[in-house]
């Protein structure tokens, strides 16, 4: 577990215990906590049961196991609906996947990382990292360059810093100078590419979704495979998919600041 959360005081530890936690995927036992974690044991044993009476974990006492509580299952939901671009892009998603035919991702930057918030599969889906909820590395994903390319270099800076630059292929980009020059041709074309950069033997191609002040939302991308279609023929959807994220961007702008009996009531009616 990183100490990330530590600079923030008491919240900022227990938050990042909650993250150690849901980092297992499995219930977890208070032991296995405490040899990953960097508090001592009277500290973890403290931050976990006020955890627990909160509702932000859950005990389970006949396996003496922990997991994240529903509490966190209520705020998750919240965010989703009021955070996540899912709820309005989902139409969108769906006509793009079907015209398509292949995997649609929809993402936001999390941080330094990329948050994948949907995704529909293609019609012969193909086994990959990303799926709904799953957090991944901004500096070789389409989804994450994409929104890294329009970033102002004030916000772009310090990502970049934060990037670990390990080689998961040999066409992953290693450092900060090589990822600032994929970017600047990112920015430039309109649109990113994953040339098999995270994943062998799979290629994307991305765009970002921009507000009117050309502020970052988040992402689209469609992804295949080398088996399936070349790089060239992926680009070649360039256009679908800005017309797509065009649209999803449309929506947020009265999403994100709703007429209280206008666009956000037809919204969640639809919903």
């Known amino acids: 577990m990183t100490g990330g959360g530590t600079a923030d005081g008491t919240v900022g530890k227990a938050l990042a215990v909650l993250d150690q ?15 990953a974690s960097p508090f001592p044991k009277a ?8 955890l627990t009476s909160q509702g932000m974990l859950a005990f389970d006492p006949e396996r003496q196991t922990y997991a994240p509580g529903l509490r966190l299952v209520r705020l998750a939901h919240a965010a989703w609906e009021q955070s996540a671009l ?26 330094a990382q990329v948050l ?9 889906p193909v086994e ?12 070789c994903t389409g989804v994450g360059k994409a929104m890294l390319a329009f970033l102002p270099d004030a916000e772009l800076a310090p990502i970049l810093d934060q990037q670990s630059y ?47 002040t050309g502020r970052v939302l988040g992402a689209l991308s469609v992804t295949s495979t080398t088996t399936r279609m070349s790089l060239a023929e992926l680009e070649g959807h360039a256009p679908l998919i800005g017309q797509a994220a065009g649209r999803i961007a449309a929506e947020a702008e009265t999403w994100r600041f709703p007429d209280a009996t206008g666009p956000r009531l037809q919204h969640e009616t639809r919903a």
């Open 43 to 50: 500290t973890l044993y403290r931050f976990v049961q006020t």
């Open 116 to 124: 994948y918030v949907d995704k529909r599969n293609a019609a012969k």
């Open 166 to 212: 390990h080689a998961f292929t040999p066409h992953t980009l290693t450092s900060a100078a090589q990822l600032r020059t994929d970017l600047e041709k990112t920015r430039a074309r309109g649109y990113a590419l994953d040339r098999e950069e995270h994943e062998p033997g799979i290629i994307c191609v991305a765009l970002p979704i921009l507000s009117q």
């Open 128 to 139: 990959m990292f990303s799926q709904a909820g799953k957090v991944g590395p901004a500096y």
């Open 86 to 111: 899912a709820p309005i892009a989902r139409d969108h998603l769906d006509a793009l996947s079907a015209e398509l035919g292949e995997t649609v991702h929809l993402a936001q930057l999390d941080n």
């Open 21 to 35: 936690v849901a980092a297992f995927g499995r219930p977890v036992r208070f032991g296995e906590l405490l040899a």
